[in-house]
């Protein structure tokens, strides 16, 4: 039916792999994300797709800022070991080695080969039990040079969140 060969369409699209932190106060997450784009120029503006119900977004909706790092291939084993929810590891960020970013002071992974803080302009529900949170990037930085074709995505994993 039509509704496979969209699902189909849908996990070719080559999403990235990250870790976004959060940060409301002393409260800190950290989460795996692979619904990222650049939407805008000038200003820069990203968007990123999250659940509603998770603790990631508690926190960005309180605070209205994020951070996402980005990482290289070798890094993976680095972001894997956020890939739980804070629900099912309650302690995943006290395993985090991170400096609170210059700008918005939401953790930075030490081990990110780039990073991007980024303050909520809009928060836009799909319906979906998702939403898609647009923000402007107010700060990065680069640890390590890396090409494009050097950074983590899901296939490198041989994982597939789409469909």
């Given at each position: ?9 849908l996990?070719l ?8 932190t959060s ?5 800190r ?6 619904w990222?784009?650049?939407?805008s120029?000038e200003?820069?503006h ?13 926190l ?6 994020f951070?996402v790092?980005i990482?290289?291939k070798?890094?993976?084993?680095v972001?894997?070991q ?10 995943k960020?006290g395993t985090?080695n991170?400096t609170?970013?210059?700008?918005t002071?939401v953790p ?5 080969a780039?990073y ?9 529900d799909?319906?979906s ?6 923000g402007?990037v ?11 074709q050097?950074?983590l ?10 469909g």
């Amino acid at each position: 039916m039509e509704t496979k060969a969209i699902s189909n369409a849908l996990t070719l699209i080559p999403y990235g792999f990250y870790a976004v932190t959060s940060r409301d106060g002393e409260d800190r997450n950290v989460m795996v994300l692979n619904w990222l784009s650049q939407v805008s120029f000038e200003p820069q503006h990203i968007v990123i797709g999250l659940q509603n119900s998770s603790y990631t977004m508690n926190l960005i909706r309180k605070s209205g800022k994020f951070v996402v790092n980005i990482f290289d291939k070798d890094d993976a084993n680095v972001v894997k070991q956020f890939t739980k929810s804070r629900e099912k590891n309650p302690d995943k960020f006290g395993t985090a080695n991170y400096t609170d970013g210059p700008v918005t002071s939401v953790p930075v992974l030490d081990e990110a080969a780039a990073y991007l803080e980024v303050e909520v302009e809009e928060i836009f529900d799909t319906g979906s039990g998702h939403s898609a949170v647009i923000g402007k990037v107010v700060g990065g930085g680069e640890a390590k040079e890396i090409k494009v074709q050097e950074t983590l995505t899901m296939p490198d994993l041989g994982w597939s969140y789409a469909g």
